[in-house]
């Protein structure tokens, strides 16, 4: 594994790849309607088509953490990590059924939207929103950090450059091309990304010698770990843990916001629902091509006798990808180019969709409910700017990343967990438990984020915890210290060398842990379900104690049955109790403005929850509230008015009332034909 230099053709490649990135996002923002408005901007006009769409949500969240951080998990611990996708998989074709159905027709452009509407408290939307930002810029700093921390493994390119790099080109193309750029740049994205995928795979395997050798040196070696049915929550990955994680971080995709838009972007429920279709097996395929890669490493160093970490050729396991390349492709020029330009094209597609959700949410959530009307040139603009200062963001948070030790996987899936787990008990919450008030729905949140928080943090300080230790490396006996990688100076002057720790050749039994470093002790992986169940559990607690909401007080519009959807197939005077009186049935309210369902599959329903009349006489309540709701005034009210008046409608009243009469016609006659 000799020192390698990127040569013109490796250049050549990677910059090729920046500039056409740039250059679809000027297309965007010089065809069509340049992004002038936020309808445009946040989602398209609503008008994708599915298959790009289906393309984008998959890269988005395929980045440089499946490149990177699912090999070195394989490599280190096996390929049980698997698990892990069969259950987001198994969460994302739940919610193609369930969720689907529920969120398109409300045509929400920020996700939380749908929790102010259920429980009618903004306060309530502007926490979980504020939560799941927080969320997406530590993802978006990982992202980053991953292909600055291989192109200087393999090149010496200084990490903080290659970061800058990657958030410019980003945030560029994002806020000058909107959402379009984002997922036509992602559909080009994807085809680097698996070109380079595909590369490594098929040399890799010639390399070792063929397909059966190369998982018959990974399964005598014990890679090929399927099954471990461990009932202790102490070991780091079971089975039962890595199923029932991904299970939750796979239904709380469903209310990702990058998820919303995307599903918003789709003209029908039929189209958002193909987006699903066709993303779920996509997140199958794609990581498990990152299962694939890490058993190609794992015997393409055991073939050559020298493994990279143990002979300190690298000092983290999120680099044996990136060393590999650069030790197989060293006589084919530009490969190794074509590998980190598909590497940096998954965090370009991960960064700007992040960017891009994360400026609807703040325009969405916080910035038009709380200012006045403005012209959709200045909210567009403020949208705008919003990417460049949460890419500046990411850029800081990407720093602090490097400082942390471990794997991407488990670095991700930490915060993930942690934050995930209690934001998904509050949707299901709002989903599946109509009794379940504003109060309590808050309460579970801050609760289910104390306590994750506490056992997080328990985990990162405390040094009496169990800890599951990795396989055994592949054989160093003809290594030789002249040639390996770390002969250059870069890893042993880089700023962050210091901070970066490997797990040790010879392994010491450790002490059972004591009092509350057993708590401390559990797989980073049941943070989310810890933090789904005291969600669920304490927000339904909260909601009897102030006062639950009642059956009369419900919309079905936000509903969904546990037992309809589950229990279809018992009797209906089985499942009738098990409603508790709730009415779930969203076709009729829609059925009460002569709205079929078919009307509603073809996606003729639209903004029928964000854009509604609702009749007010108290004074205050004049205007149009944060969730689109227009107020007006009661009939009495009017009649009263009338009559005082001689018979004339007030002027103060007159024109609001002409306005929403002529909206909702129009709205209505809009639905009829089915337009866009």
């Not at 003209?267 to 699903?276: D, E, I, L």
């Not at 392994?507 to 169940?533: A, N, R």
């Not at 037992?563 to 005077?573: A, G, I, N, R, V």
């Not at 499942?575 to 009186?581: A, I, M, N, S, W």
Request: charged share 15%; proline share 5%; aromatic share 12%.
């Amino acid at each position: 594994m000799k020192v390698q230099n990127f040569g013109v053709a490796d250049y050549i490649v990677f910059v090729l790849t920046i500039i056409v990135s740039l250059a679809i996002g000027i297309y965007y923002a010089l065809s069509g309607g340049r992004q002038k408005t936020t309808s445009e901007f946040l989602v398209g006009n609503r008008k994708m088509s599915f298959l790009p769409v289906a393309i984008s949500l998959v890269v988005s969240f395929e980045s440089s953490i499946m490149m990177l951080g699912t090999p070195a998990e394989i490599y280190q611990n096996g390929i049980q990590w698997f698990w892990a996708d069969i259950g987001f998989f198994c969460a994302n074709v739940f919610s193609v059924h369930f969720m689907v159905p529920l969120l398109h027709p409300l045509r929400i452009t920020s996700a939380n939207e749908y929790l102010e509407l259920r429980f009618k408290s903004h306060a309530l939307r502007l926490l979980a929103t504020s939560i799941g930002m927080l969320d997406y810029v530590m993802y978006m700093g990982i992202v980053l950090f991953g292909p600055a921390l291989a192109l200087e493994a393999v090149t010496g390119f200084p990490m903080p450059y290659s970061i800058l790099i990657v958030a410019v080109a980003s945030v560029i193309y994002t806020s000058i091309g909107g959402l379009k750029a984002v997922i036509w740049t992602d559909v080009f994205q994807f085809t680097v990304m698996f070109t380079g995928i595909f590369a490594v795979i098929i040399k890799g395997t010639i390399h070792v010698g063929g397909i059966s050798k190369t998982w018959n040196i990974a399964n005598e070696n014990g890679r090929l770990n399927w099954f471990n049915f461990e009932f202790d929550p102490r070991t780091r990955h079971t089975f039962w843990n890595l199923f029932g994680s991904s299970l939750i971080r796979g239904l709380l995709f469903s209310f990702n916001q990058s998820s919303v838009q995307r599903i918003s972007s789709t003209p029908t429920v039929s189209a958002a629902k193909k987006v699903m279709y066709l993303s779920a097996p996509g997140f199958v395929i794609t990581i498990f091509m990152g299962v694939v890669e890490g058993i190609i490493a794992y015997s393409y160093y055991h073939t050559i006798r020298c493994d990279p970490l143990e002979s300190k050729g690298i000092r983290n396991s999120n680099q044996i990808i990136p060393a590999m390349i650069m030790s197989m492709f060293e006589d084919i020029p530009g490969m190794p180019g074509l590998f980190i330009a598909s590497l940096f094209s998954a965090s370009l597609s991960t960064l700007s969709s992040g960017l891009s959700s994360i400026s609807a949410q703040m325009w969405q959530d916080f910035v038009r409910p709380h200012t006045k009307p403005m012209s959709e040139f200045r909210a567009t603009l403020i949208a705008k700017l919003t990417v460049v200062v949460f890419g500046c963001i990411a850029v800081a948070v990407a720093f602090l990343v490097s400082t942390f030790g471990g794997t991407l996987i488990q670095i991700t899936g930490t915060i993930n967990y942690a934050i995930g787990g209690p934001l998904l008990g509050l949707y299901f919450l709002g989903c599946f438990c109509p009794w379940v008030n504003a109060k309590g729905a808050i309460f579970s949140c801050v609760s289910g984020m104390a306590i994750v928080g506490w056992i997080a943090a328990g985990m990162t300080v405390s040094k009496g915890i169990k800890k599951t230790a990795p396989l055994p490396p592949a054989p160093t006996d003809m290594c030789f210290q002249s040639s390996v990688v770390n002969s250059s100076e870069w890893m042993t002057t880089s700023m962050f060398s210091a901070n970066v720790t490997t797990y040790p050749s010879v392994f010491v039994k450790h002490m059972e842990p004591q009092g509350l470093d057993q708590l401390y002790s559990i797989s980073y992986t049941l943070l989310g379900v810890i933090g789904f169940l005291n969600s669920v559990i304490t927000g339904t607690i909260a909601s009897f104690i102030t006062g639950r909401t009642k059956p009369e007080e419900s919309d079905p519009r936000y509903l969904i049955s546990l037992s309809d959807e589950f229990l279809f197939f018992l009797p209906e005077w089985f499942r009738k109790p098990l409603r508790f009186g709730y009415n779930y049935d969203r076709m009729m309210v829609y059925k009460e403005k002569e709205f079929s369902e078919i009307d509603l599959k073809q996606g003729k329903i639209r903004n029928f929850a964000n854009v509604s009349i609702v009749v007010s006489s108290e004074e205050n309540h004049k205007g149009i509230n944060s969730v689109g709701e227009f107020i007006v005034d009661e009939p009495e009210e009017l009649l009263l008015r009338s009559q005082t008046d001689g018979n004339n409608v007030s002027p103060s009243s007159a024109p609001l009332l002409q306005g929403v009469g002529s909206m909702y016609e129009e709205q209505e006659t809009t639905d009829r034909a089915g337009t866009l």
